[in-house]
């Protein structure tokens, strides 16, 4: 069985274990403030994931997840969450941001090593234009052409 089918069925197989992880929080509509101090006024509470509180808003189209970090074990018990998704989340956030690290790092390194193959492929360039300037003249493949706009001119 070639790769690229059998990795969807990895994925629709996987869908339940995840799903598994979240608490249906009912749609109950509340108002809440976060540790930040914004207050989330008449928003209706979907699902918990295992990074936070899935929300959208009543009176619109729109919502978004706040952060367990952000809202206190308090209210957290209120809507019969473990709070120990806190730290399920901060452990979550954390090897997502080594992830990012690694990933960014990786980005650099290919970017200045890309930055030095140019600087010397310019270089050898350079040293062959000085050297047999002919025949660098004749392997250039820059555009000659003129791209000055042309007026138009009436005749009388």
Known sequence: MNRLHILPLVWLLALPAFADNDIDLGGKVTT???LQGR???NVRLEHGTLDGVIYSVTNGVGGGMVKY???SPDF???LNIPT???QIAAQRDKVRAEQKARYD???RALALKQQQQLALEASNALAQA???PKAAAATDNTDQT???PKTNRRKK
């Open 84 to 86: 120990n998704r806190i």
């Open 69 to 71: 970090k952000d809202l």
């Open 39 to 41: 207050v989330y006024e």
């Open 32 to 34: 809440f403030t976060n």
């Open 105 to 107: 790092a990786t980005v």
């Open 130 to 132: 000085r050297t047999n």
């Open 146 to 148: 003129d791209t000055t």
């Open 76 to 78: 957290l018990a209120d």
